[in-house]
């Protein structure tokens, strides 16, 4: 599920799938919450932003991957929010649930791997794999339902990018404007019922 976890006139701070990004900033990077640190502003950085005005002092380096450039640069007045994201996010990956749902998805990718090799354990493994995760649900109802929800979600959001491409895409001509809005409108129709079902979970 993708969450605001702070908002201001300069930057909005999203998380997702245990990432957070700045959104509509694709340049920078994203961090991966549960491997993130904080560190001092790197000097290029700390140039950077006495040359805009900033005191460095007063921002911070966030990155998964310390020592690379791959990372943001962040004021303090975002600090607390962003420590308590990734305390959230390495709680979830130390959770039993998150565990065993980690373990499921690597045993459908090992059934997906031996499907052209030996179908043999391909079923074998996707058995495996199906029968722990309808106990995986049955124990943790709750995280079922949040994973339900935004594979739901996400489902809506592909409807609507392509209720937007169903307005331009014609095919030579061959669809009237007519044609294009009622393509539109029914993958929008779609999007919705997906965040009504999402939302009544």
């Not at 995986?136 to 709750?142: L, S």
Request: hydrophobic content about 35%.
């Amino acid at each position: 599920m993708k969450t605001t976890i702070y908002k201001d006139a300069d930057r909005e701070l999203i998380v997702e799938h245990g990432n957070m990004h700045v959104a509509n900033k694709p340049a920078i990077w994203p961090v991966e919450l549960n491997k993130a640190t904080i560190e001092s502003v790197p000097p290029k950085y700390r140039e950077a932003l006495i040359q805009k005005g900033h005191n460095p002092d007063d921002w911070y380096w966030l990155t998964s991957r310390p020592g690379s450039r791959a990372g943001m640069c962040l004021p303090n007045i975002t600090r607390n929010s962003v420590e308590q994201a990734i305390a959230d996010a390495k709680a979830e990956q130390e959770d039993p649930a998150t565990i065993e749902r980690k373990a499921i998805n690597k045993l459908f990718a090992q059934a997906e791997a031996a499907r052209d090799n030996d179908l043999n354990r391909h079923f074998q493994l996707l058995t495996e794999a199906k029968r722990r995760l309808a106990a995986w649900q049955a124990t943790y109802p709750e995280h079922a339902r949040k994973e339900r929800k935004e594979q739901l979600l996400a489902e809506a959001e592909t409807l609507k990018r392509k209720a937007l491409d169903a307005l331009v895409y014609d095919d030579d001509g061959w669809i009237s404007e007519d044609g294009r809005k009622a393509r539109h409108d029914e993958f929008m129709a779609k999007a919705q019922a997906k965040i009504e079902e999402a939302n009544n979970l």
